[in-house]
Structure formats: C-alpha cells, structure tokens
C-alpha cells in the first residue's frame, strides 16, 4: 500500500487543545497504555474532521487498525461535543450583536434506517438539517443539532427554540423566506402569493437590500462545510448532532486564535 504525507488546515492551538482533552479524559478514566499518544490521537480525529479522511486511510497512516482508529474518532468527537456551546450559552453573545442571520442547510447523507424523514424535498437528497446562525460579518456564531432532512427551516428553528431565544432577547434577525410567519424579530422578505401577484418597486427594493444582507450567512455555511466529514455523513444519521456539535466546539477554538 502506498502512503503520502498530508497536511491539515488547522492551528497548533487547535490541535492542542483536543490533545489536552484526550490526555485528561485518559487520566480520569485511569486508561492503560494506548497505541497513540494523545496529541496522536488528536491529529488522527482532526484528519477525520477536517479533510474528512476515511477509517480504512487513518487506519494505515497511522499503523493502527480500522476498529482502533474508528474507537478514537468516536471517542475525541464526544469529548468535544460535550463542552459545545447550546443555544443558552451563545445567546450571551448574540446579545451584543447588532443583528444576526439566521439560514438553514442540509447536510448530506448515505445511511439511513428510514428513508422518509431523512429525505429533502427541497434538495431532493437524503440528509440532516441545521441550523445556523452567523454574525453580521458572515462569522459563524451558533450550529444547532441535527434534525431529519424532511423538516422544514422554520420548524427545525422553532423546535430548538431559536426563534423565541432571539425574539425575547430583541435581537434582529434576517432570514429566507423559508422563515415566513415565524414573527417575533426575524425579518423576512416580500413574497409574492394569491392576494399580492406582483412586488411595488419598494417592496423589490426592500428584497435587494435584504438579500444582500442576508448573501452573509452562506459565509458561516460555508465555513461549517470547510469540515470535509460534512461533505457526506457516511455514519448513523443520529451521530450527526455530535459531529457539528464537535465541530462547533473547534471552531471556537480556531477561531479565537484569529480574533484574539
């Protein structure tokens, strides 16, 4: 088998908080000898994350078996998900944001036991919605957990109870159209039905303008998705939730080694 070096898009800092994680979930747990050290193992969950390499591709890079490398994979992502941020938590910070954008995404998968509820019509695929909730700048703020694919925006907002936490804390939100009649803050654009067939020319004016403030929140989609593992779950749909909720959780980190 041949084998190539690769590199990984992510600080040091990074790499070293999770190390740091494992190493003392070893110390708690008094777990013996491992194959991999623990920055080791860090590096080996990164590489799964981020470039979303395979079980089979970890497993020889770093002379480990499949069940091994599988074992670590999952034992670093519950560590990580553990100390993610809810919904609670990161409204202290939405609180002192001019306003948010609030936008939804579907992640794709490729294994499920019930083919209906994970099944998008929108996106005519199978996968897991989330939740997103990104700054002004298009920085990613919040990912909620993942719920089947077949529920839609404004009931997967309302189910985590986005739009109430926004509305009580008054706190502007911009979203699609998908969003329509989820009132409290959240601004939506004109839509056309029944009753109203064409836009005034204010009214399209007024869509300009929301859609260009609202083209920001693809930035924090895209930045969730810069995650290869994203790219498509090849897992158990109901470990979706832990995979962004660890992925949130190294973001923070990364991203406060920018921001200072």
Same mark, same amino acid.
């Given at each position: 088998?041949?084998?190539?070096? @690769?590199? %990984?898009?992510?600080? $040091?800092?990074?790499?070293?908080?999770?190390?740091?994680? %494992?190493?003392?979930?070893?110390?708690?747990?008094? #777990?013996?000898?491992?194959?991999?050290?623990? @920055?080791?193992?860090a590096?080996?969950a990164?590489?799964?994350?981020?470039?979303?390499?395979?079980? &089979?591709?970890? @497993?020889?890079?770093f002379?480990?078996?499949?069940?091994?490398a599988?074992?670590y &994979?999952?034992?670093a992502?519950?560590?990580?998900?553990?100390?993610?941020?809810?919904?609670?938590?990161?409204?202290?910070?939405?609180? +002192?944001l001019a306003y948010?954008?609030?936008?939804?995404?579907? %992640?794709?998968i490729?294994?499920?036991?019930? +083919?209906r509820p994970?099944? #998008?019509? =929108?996106?005519?695929?199978?996968?897991?919605?989330?939740?997103?909730?990104?700054?002004?700048?298009?920085?990613?703020?919040?990912?909620?957990?993942?719920?089947?694919?077949?529920?839609?925006?404004?009931?997967?907002?309302?189910?985590?109870?986005?739009?109430?936490?926004? $509305? $009580?804390?008054? &706190?502007?939100?911009? @979203?699609?159209?998908g969003y +329509?009649?989820?009132?409290?803050?959240?601004?939506?654009?004109? =839509?056309?039905h029944?009753?109203?067939?064409?836009? #005034?020319?204010?009214?399209?004016?007024?869509? =300009?303008?929301?859609a260009k403030?609202?083209?920001?929140?693809?930035?924090?989609?895209?930045t969730? !998705?810069?995650? =290869?593992?994203?790219? !498509?779950l090849?897992?158990?749909?109901?470990?979706?939730t832990?995979i962004?909720?660890? %992925?949130?959780?190294?973001?923070?980190v990364? #991203?406060?080694?920018?921001?200072?």
């Amino acid at each position: 088998m041949l084998s190539y070096p @690769a590199t %990984i898009p992510l600080s $040091s800092r990074t790499l070293h908080h999770l190390a740091d994680r %494992i190493r003392r979930h070893r110390r708690a747990c008094r #777990s013996r000898w491992r194959r991999l050290t623990p @920055a080791r193992q860090a590096l080996l969950a990164l590489a799964h994350l981020r470039n979303g390499d395979t079980y &089979v591709r970890l @497993a020889a890079g770093f002379q480990v078996g499949v069940a091994t490398a599988w074992r670590y &994979v999952q034992e670093a992502v519950t560590l990580l998900a553990a100390v993610a941020e809810d919904l609670a938590t990161a409204m202290a910070r939405i609180r +002192q944001l001019a306003y948010v954008i609030l936008d939804g995404t579907l %992640i794709p998968i490729d294994r499920v036991a019930d +083919q209906r509820p994970y099944y #998008s019509g =929108k996106h005519r695929r199978h996968g897991v919605n989330v939740q997103i909730i990104a700054d002004a700048a298009g920085r990613l703020v919040w990912a909620s957990p993942a719920l089947p694919g077949a529920v839609h925006d404004l009931t997967a907002a309302r189910t985590h109870g986005i739009i109430d936490a926004l $509305s $009580s804390a008054d &706190v502007v939100t911009f @979203a699609d159209k998908g969003y +329509q009649g989820a009132g409290g803050t959240v601004r939506t654009p004109f =839509k056309r039905h029944r009753h109203r067939p064409k836009l #005034s020319r204010r009214q399209k004016a007024v869509n =300009k303008t929301h859609a260009k403030v609202r083209a920001c929140g693809e930035r924090a989609i895209a930045t969730l !998705k810069t995650w =290869k593992i994203l790219t !498509k779950l090849r897992c158990c749909p109901r470990r979706a939730t832990a995979i962004v909720q660890a %992925i949130l959780a190294l973001h923070r980190v990364e #991203s406060s080694h920018y921001t200072g």
